[in-house]
């Protein structure tokens, strides 16, 4: 599924309107009538419904749905909780239209008490607000929350950008998004007011919409997304993995970012950190090799480096001067595929000579922050970049030229080319320390067997999170990362051809 802005919703009606000739009156019968068949499958059981409409466009999809109810037998109830639309508007029209019909129209005082159970259509506003919710329509929002409620485009009062209800906003059971689903719908916390989000088709092209959406990690997405491992690979042709990871206090980073790596499809795995997690990894991790890479009892970085396919640097080396000598001699001796995560970027953002060094990296760069780390990266505040993920995401893309990971609870993926990525999946269990080494492991794996650097974070993204959904079906609250560890190979599997 392509995500789009509003302001990108907005062109792509007037391309196709201009183009293609298409009416907006027939775009909005399209969103109208998709909407209600929409209603009908969400709620089986009604026979009534409330439809609360505003005065503009919003509000005429609102009287259309109405009207398509009225005309199927359904008892369509509606209600403008502030101005009715304005004459000569097209919502306007699709009021002369349900008046010719005899559609019952109350007035917002008359709902007061109304049935809970009778379902409601959310039709106040749509992509066209920039503010709050006022007065009558900030009180529709409040009531439509208390009920099995369809929105029409969006929640009524939430920012279709980026997610943040604009102050009082609509609750909804269930949202039908019209031409393209707007990015907000699966940001933080917009998800949560959203729902269900389903797009009705109203016949805008291809060719009508800019580059500039972003894709939807979802199973349509990931559905025979890898290439078949030819029959005859071996360790060697499967990927090999370099992992700076771990130190004396954080041995358990090193021993998941590893154990995600290998559950992701590497053939040979190196942990290169300091003398106790180089000696004590093979016990946690037996398919892992142990190097001495931190420390003054390193011996450099040539050998270790010399067969590796891709690196992965900084779950829980610290941030010591002993990190940061091994980080500096990883960044002067390597030059293929690099993955920053952790201890590796707050360094980096610390230290002017380790971002010297990264400059020479450019172009080969997966950084995957969450939003302290970024803010780190950028000296911005964490808010301000909390505001607008997928800019925030671009943002960090462009200043590194790297592929960047923003973790927030739904991860932005964004490449200095422009393109972007939500990963939809997962869920709130994998609130737990040490998620991120794992999907730092399962980046590093999928670079090291060959993929390109967006599309490689792309895929480790949706397996890291699928396997998260796997592992907390028999239980969210108190899932750990070992047991999405575990459940990689089954994600992985899914996105292989059947």
Same mark, same amino acid.
């Given at each position: 599924?392509?995500?789009?802005?509003?302001?990108?919703?907005r062109?792509?009606?007037?391309r196709?309107?201009?183009?293609?000739?298409i009416?907006?009156?027939?775009?909005m019968?399209?969103?109208?009538?998709?909407?209600?068949n929409?209603?009908?499958?969400t709620?089986?059981?009604?026979?009534?419904?409330?439809?609360?409409?505003?005065p503009?466009?919003?509000?005429?999809?609102?009287?259309?749905?109405?009207?398509h109810?009225?005309?199927?037998?359904?008892?369509?109830?509606?209600?403008?909780?502030?101005?009715?639309?304005?004459?000569?508007?097209?919502?306007?029209?699709?009021?002369?239209?349900?008046?010719?019909?005899g559609?019952?129209?109350?007035?917002?005082?008359?709902?007061? =008490?109304?049935e809970v159970?009778?379902?409601? &259509?959310?039709?106040?506003?749509?992509?066209?607000?920039?503010?709050?919710?006022?007065?009558?329509?900030?009180?529709a929002?409040?009531?439509?929350?208390?009920?099995?409620t369809?929105?029409?485009?969006?929640?009524?009062?939430?920012?279709?950008?980026?997610?943040?209800?604009l =102050?009082?906003?609509?609750?909804?059971?269930?949202?039908?998004?019209?031409?393209?689903?707007?990015?907000?719908?699966?940001?933080?916390?917009?998800?949560?007011?959203?729902?269900?989000?389903?797009?009705?088709?109203?016949?805008?092209p291809?060719?009508?919409?800019?580059?500039?959406?972003?894709?939807?990690?979802?199973?349509?997405?990931?559905?025979?997304?890898?290439?078949?491992?030819?029959?005859?690979?071996?360790?060697?042709?499967?990927?090999?993995?370099?992992?700076?990871?771990g130190?004396?206090?954080?041995?358990g980073?090193?021993?998941?970012?590893?154990?995600?790596?290998?559950?992701?499809?590497?053939?040979?795995?190196?942990?290169?950190?300091?003398?106790?997690?180089?000696?004590?990894?093979?016990?946690?991790v037996?398919?892992?090799?142990?190097? &001495?890479?931190?420390?003054?009892?390193?011996?450099?970085?040539?050998?270790?480096?010399?067969?590796?396919?891709?690196?992965?640097? =900084?779950?829980?080396?610290?941030?010591?001067?002993d990190?940061?000598f091994?980080?500096?001699?990883?960044?002067?001796?390597w030059?293929?595929?690099?993955?920053?995560?952790?201890?590796?970027?707050?360094?980096?953002?610390?230290?002017?000579?380790?971002?010297?060094?990264?400059?020479?990296?450019?172009?080969?760069?997966?950084?995957t922050?969450?939003?302290l780390?970024?803010?780190?990266?950028?000296?911005?505040?964490?808010?301000?970049?909390?505001?607008d993920?997928?800019?925030?995401?671009?943002?960090?893309?462009?200043?590194?030229?790297?592929?960047v &990971?923003?973790?927030t609870?739904?991860p932005?993926?964004?490449?200095?080319?422009?393109?972007?990525?939500?990963g939809?999946?997962?869920?709130?269990?994998?609130?737990?320390?040490g998620?991120?080494?794992?999907?730092? =492991?399962?980046?590093?794996a999928?670079?090291?067997?060959?993929?390109?650097l967006?599309?490689?974070?792309c895929?480790?993204?949706?397996?890291?999170?699928?396997?998260?959904?796997?592992?907390?079906?028999?239980?969210?609250?108190?899932?750990?990362?070992t047991d999405?560890v575990?459940?990689?190979?089954?994600?992985?599997?899914?996105?292989?051809?059947?």
């Amino acid at each position: 599924m392509i995500l789009v802005s509003p302001d990108s919703m907005r062109k792509a009606e007037a391309r196709a309107r201009e183009l293609l000739r298409i009416s907006e009156d027939l775009q909005m019968e399209r969103a109208s009538l998709g909407a209600w068949n929409l209603f009908r499958r969400t709620f089986p059981d009604a026979d009534t419904l409330v439809v609360l409409c505003g005065p503009g466009a919003n509000g005429g999809d609102g009287l259309a749905l109405a009207r398509h109810a009225l005309l199927d037998g359904f008892r369509p109830i509606v209600c403008f909780p502030g101005p009715q639309p304005f004459e000569g508007s097209l919502a306007h029209l699709q009021y002369r239209r349900l008046q010719a019909l005899g559609v019952e129209v109350v007035p917002w005082q008359g709902l007061a =008490g109304f049935e809970v159970s009778v379902p409601a &259509v959310d039709a106040l506003f749509g992509t066209g607000l920039s503010r709050g919710l006022a007065d009558g329509f900030a009180h529709a929002a409040r009531w439509l929350s208390t009920r099995r409620t369809l929105a029409l485009d969006l929640p009524s009062g939430l920012d279709g950008r980026t997610g943040h209800p604009l =102050g009082e906003a609509v609750r909804a059971m269930a949202t039908v998004s019209f031409g393209r689903a707007k990015t907000g719908l699966f940001l933080d916390p917009g998800r949560e007011f959203a729902g269900t989000v389903q797009v009705v088709d109203i016949g805008i092209p291809d060719s009508c919409w800019d580059p500039d959406g972003v894709q939807t990690l979802d199973a349509d997405w990931a559905k025979s997304r890898l290439p078949a491992r030819p029959r005859g690979a071996h360790k060697g042709s499967a990927g090999k993995a370099v992992l700076l990871v771990g130190s004396g206090e954080y041995f358990g980073a090193a021993v998941l970012s590893s154990s995600a790596a290998l559950r992701s499809g590497a053939g040979l795995v190196t942990v290169a950190s300091v003398p106790e997690v180089a000696r004590a990894i093979a016990r946690s991790v037996p398919e892992c090799l142990g190097k &001495v890479a931190i420390g003054s009892s390193a011996s450099g970085f040539d050998q270790i480096l010399s067969k590796a396919d891709a690196v992965l640097a =900084g779950p829980g080396i610290g941030q010591g001067e002993d990190a940061e000598f091994a980080l500096a001699s990883l960044l002067e001796s390597w030059t293929g595929p690099l993955v920053l995560d952790a201890d590796a970027l707050n360094l980096v953002a610390a230290r002017p000579r380790l971002r010297s060094l990264l400059d020479d990296h450019r172009g080969r760069l997966v950084l995957t922050p969450h939003p302290l780390e970024a803010s780190r990266l950028l000296s911005v505040p964490v808010q301000e970049l909390l505001a607008d993920p997928v800019h925030s995401a671009r943002r960090l893309a462009l200043a590194y030229d790297a592929v960047v &990971v923003f973790k927030t609870a739904t991860p932005v993926v964004a490449s200095p080319d422009g393109r972007s990525a939500l990963g939809i999946a997962g869920h709130s269990g994998m609130a737990v320390g040490g998620c991120g080494d794992a999907l730092a =492991g399962a980046v590093v794996a999928r670079l090291a067997e060959g993929e390109e650097l967006f599309e490689a974070t792309c895929q480790a993204v949706r397996a890291h999170a699928r396997a998260g959904d796997l592992a907390g079906e028999d239980g969210k609250r108190g899932m750990s990362v070992t047991d999405l560890v575990a459940a990689l190979p089954k994600a992985w599997g899914e996105m292989e051809p059947i």
